[in-house]
């Protein structure tokens, strides 16, 4: 049986009497209390009794925290409704609604530079309850439950800088906070125009989502637009995506519906840096350097690194070791990445590359050219695996 209103064997309609029973005390708070509401948290956790209780009653505490139930007279500042990008826009045949989520176009950086991360993230949670909303409308209009939605995520344009921590932590937290307050929401996240670099990104989100949302990644490829009329029809498709739909005036991408991000004005920009917590403590010597070994197995892997000097600038570079095993000087390395001085103690440095050889990559921070002082140097370093699975889908696409 499926758990679903209308399929539901003995075992799990007792066991929704019970829900509802243990729930009597949450009921006249709760934003819905029909069988359909209470059976999501159900199937979310497989009809345990306990898991879905202690679920629940976790997303109640969640509504308080963000006030969801006075969500929509919440707005965004200025800079989140010009810059950050998505919009609600068409629905499937089947009457669930859809979401557009437009990557390549982000300015990561100058989003969090200009906003909280808490601001960006409740953003998001504003629109998975708009997306609810838009499903009862759509139930009252269609005389038929509909309660999940759809998300086409448009990976045209990805690149290294959406890669950057403290922004792939914002799509971490999000996937959380959907898989433990909106469980059985997601019918289908379509990905469409994924470059090479996705299969990383997904690897980096992947670990923070639920087996059963992972399920429902979809990745169109080179004919996506042909793929995507099997999920969605023609006419509520923007044309930008290979439908007919357009906004009144005929623009293709439907500005009206979608934001399609940008890059931030700096005029904009509240910080001048986002603080950022290292991993490694160092001291470069007068006259020295340190090299920081990192050995690539896979073609394909992203080296990312953040690091910041303490009272003066830092040269920095990356090179490739042309002998495995013993320490090499760096002429005797080949070059990747050309070192040069970074004044890291006014802002904190922070790049990444794509590994296209497998070996030992050293990061090099150059005290060379001083010889009176010594650098106290803090940094991370990262490797970035690609999703295996996705990355073959990729390939065979």
């Not at 009809?47 to 963000?66: A, C, I, P, T, V």
């Amino acid at each position: 049986m499926s758990g679903r209103v209308g399929d539901l064997s003995p075992q799990q309609q007792e066991t929704l009497a019970r829900f509802r029973d243990n729930l009597q005390d949450l009921l006249p708070t709760m934003p819905k209390t029909d069988d359909y509401f209470l059976l999501r948290w159900l199937r979310a956790q497989k009809f345990d009794l306990k898991k879905s209780e202690d679920m629940l009653r976790k997303h109640m505490e969640f509504r308080k925290q963000y006030d969801l139930d006075n969500i929509f007279t919440w707005q965004p500042s200025e800079v989140i409704q010009q810059y950050d990008s998505g919009g609600l826009c068409g629905y499937d045949y089947e009457g669930c609604p859809v979401w557009f989520e437009i990557i390549g176009n982000l300015d990561p950086k100058g989003l969090l530079l200009s906003a909280s991360k808490q601001e960006l993230l409740r953003r998001r949670i504003r629109a998975c309850e708009l997306l609810l909303r838009e499903c009862e409308r759509q139930t009252q209009k269609l005389g038929r439950k509909i309660e999940t939605m759809n998300m086409v995520a448009d990976m045209e344009g990805l690149s290294l800088k959406h890669l950057w921590k403290p922004a792939v932590e914002v799509y971490q937290q999000f996937f959380v906070i959907l898989d433990a307050n909106y469980p059985e929401t997601l019918k289908n996240l379509i990905v469409v125009r994924a470059p090479k670099l996705f299969p990383v990104a997904f690897n980096l989100v992947k670990p923070f989502m639920s087996e059963e949302t992972r399920k429902k990644v979809v990745i169109l490829g080179g004919n996506w637009k042909q793929e995507l009329s099997k999920f969605i029809s023609p006419d509520q498709v923007p044309m930008e995506f290979g439908g007919t739909m357009t906004d009144p005036d005929g623009n293709p991408k439907c500005l009206t519906k979608i934001n399609y991000g940008g890059e931030v004005p700096k005029s904009y920009h509240l910080h001048k840096q986002v603080r950022m917590q290292y991993e490694h403590t160092a001291i470069v010597g007068r006259g020295s350097s340190l090299q920081v070994d990192n050995e690539i197995l896979i073609p394909g892997c992203v080296l990312r690194w953040q690091f910041v000097s303490d009272g003066a600038d830092i040269g920095f570079g990356v090179f490739l070791k042309t002998k495995k095993g013993e320490r090499q000087r760096v002429g005797e390395m080949m070059e990747v990445l050309p070192s040069e001085r970074y004044n890291a103690h006014l802002v904190p440095e922070d790049g990444s590359l794509t590994c296209l050889k497998a070996g030992v990559y050293v990061l090099r921070f150059d005290n060379t050219y001083s010889l009176m002082h010594a650098k106290k140097v803090s940094y991370t370093v990262e490797v970035l695996l690609p999703d295996k699975a996705s990355q073959e889908k990729i390939q065979e696409l």
